[in-house]
């Protein structure tokens, strides 16, 4: 099949979160399964200065934005098999960030005619179109309400996946008329209307042919009040052709036997590299090293969707155990100062770098012993993957991917490869980890065994790759 992705980042060339993650290796495991695949996504001045000397320019025109007429250059790059096409506009696209200007409904506005408009001209008519998130998901619209007259996108099916609810594309409606350029006929009739707005994912979510989410618990939570963000009445109405499909992570990148940031390596079945990560992890943070004490990890954004409220709220109470946390981060400013102010005043238990460091953020993963993630929702996570992948056991709550990703431990059969509660509270919370170091402190075979089955855990592509064939073939 011809299928082309189109998102608002992408690693390695510009990432913010989950979804650059997706894009840098959904394409790529496609390819290797023999399809013709490519990327289109904003030329960022991040691109231009890492890979710019290697892109290849291919051609420019001009799109018309509302009254103004705007310069699109299309460049290209091809990796592992993928061929990613960008869109240049240094006006929109070179601000030094990715998202977070007022005008990014203009600027992804631009992007998506310009994406739509840039198929015939690069001579790649996909069989699916694949659009993320709000920022592209005006796409499937557009195909069919404004560029319905082009015979060769007639027979292009849409896809659109679901990155995250909270954001949804929430603008004027005289937004159709004067960037899309269409009239206001589904506005008024109430199909791209919610709350008085034009809501970009709303329409996306109508007009796509298929919408998936990046896990099955995800896709069910959204249809709800409590998880769908005001749209999980458009959702249950779409429920038919709405799907959940598990991230995988890069498990190339991702592996403890070859990781060049972390000084040791060590596998599933030979892990006196993990002892020997830890010690160094301990001697790199300023904490006591001791291997009978078990060493959490934290790395994320440290904001209230990541859980960080409760886990505040319980840290006095966990510095009174024999514990030591390793925090990575930035988020909220209440939670970085917390964090800094108990890793002051209990230096022997808590460090805290309020900073991103990704040599740092692998060498938590590969010394810690356990690593907390108690989302208040998480549509799929890649964290727990990781830290599992390198035998440190997750601390979650059970929603969304990580339900799907966390099997919760069970003394009695000896299965599971994590430990999880169900109630979003501070108190489960501190049980859950107190419940963690019971099993590492006076069961140590079972932490063992433990351990090993979570690194085992397939989470590579291949399986979610299969899936989204499987999706794609239904539609073309």
């Known amino acids: 099949m ?20 997706v894009i840098g290796a959904l394409p790529k495991s496609l390819a290797t399964r023999g399809h013709d695949v490519a990327v289109l996504m904003p030329y960022y001045d991040e691109v231009d200065r890492k890979f710019g000397q290697d892109m290849e320019d291919v051609m420019y025109f001009y799109t018309n934005v509302g009254w103004r ?11 592992s098999g993928v061929t990613f096409y960008f869109i240049d506009n240094e006006h929109y696209f070179f601000r030094g960030h990715v998202y977070g200007d007022m005008d990014d409904g203009e600027r992804f506005a631009f992007f998506q005619l310009a994406a739509i408009e840039a198929l015939e001209k690069i001579n790649f008519i996909p069989d699916v179109m694949h659009v993320n998130d709000y920022h592209t998901a005006m796409i499937p619209f557009l195909l069919k309400e404004k560029y319905r007259w082009i015979n060769a996108y007639h027979s292009i099916r849409t896809v ?13 409606p005289g937004m159709l008329g004067d960037l899309f350029g269409v009239g206001q006929e589904r506005y008024e009739d109430g199909t791209v209307r919610w709350n008085n707005c034009l809501n970009w994912l709303k329409t996306g979510i109508l007009y796509a042919d298929r ?14 009040p409590e998880f769908g963000c005001g749209l999980d009445q458009v959702l249950r109405m779409e429920s038919g052709k709405t799907s959940g499909i598990t991230n995988g992570i890069d498990t190339e990148l991702f592996d403890p036997n070859k990781d060049s940031r972390i000084p040791y390596h060590f596998s599933a079945h030979h892990r006196s590299g993990k002892k020997k990560n830890k010690t160094a992890l301990q001697e790199r943070l300023g904490l006591p090293v001791r291997a009978d004490v078990p060493l959490f990890g934290i790395v994320s954004r440290l904001t209230d969707q990541k859980g960080f409220d409760i886990v505040v709220s319980e840290l006095e109470s966990l ?3 024999d514990i030591q946390i390793a925090v990575l981060g930035t988020g909220y400013p209440q939670y970085e100062q917390a964090f800094s102010w108990y890793a002051s005043n209990y230096p022997d238990k808590v460090s805290a770098q309020i900073t991103f460091d990704l040599d740092l953020a692998q060498q938590i993963y590969a010394g810690s012993d356990g690593f907390l993630m108690p989302s208040a929702f998480e549509p799929c996570g890649l964290s727990q993957m990781m830290a599992m992948r390198y035998g440190s056991i997750p601390v979650v709550h059970e929603v969304g991917g990580l339900r799907d990703t966390v099997e919760p431990y069970n ?10 509660f169900q109630e979003f509270s501070g108190f489960w919370f501190t049980q859950t980890v107190l419940k963690f170091m019971d099993v590492y402190i006076n069961h140590p075979y079972e932490f063992t065994d433990l351990q090993t089955r979570a690194m085992l855990v397939d989470f ?6 299969q899936k989204y064939e499987e999706l794609y073939s239904s539609l073309v």
């Open 2 to 21: 011809k299928i082309m992705f189109v998102a608002a980042e992408g690693a390695p060339f510009a990432k913010v979160g989950g979804l650059g993650d």
């Open 460 to 465: 590579s592509w291949d399986s979610a790759c």
């Open 411 to 420: 003394e009695f059969n000896h299965t599971g490869t994590g430990f999880s």
């Open 211 to 224: 919408v998936t989410t990046v896990s099955p618990s995800y896709a069910q939570e959204i249809m709800t």
């Open 69 to 79: 007429h705007e310069y699109v250059g299309i460049k290209r790059y091809t990796l």
């Open 319 to 321: 510095v009174q155990q």
């Open 160 to 172: 659109l996946t679901i990155h995250n609810m909270q954001f949804q594309g929430e603008y004027d």
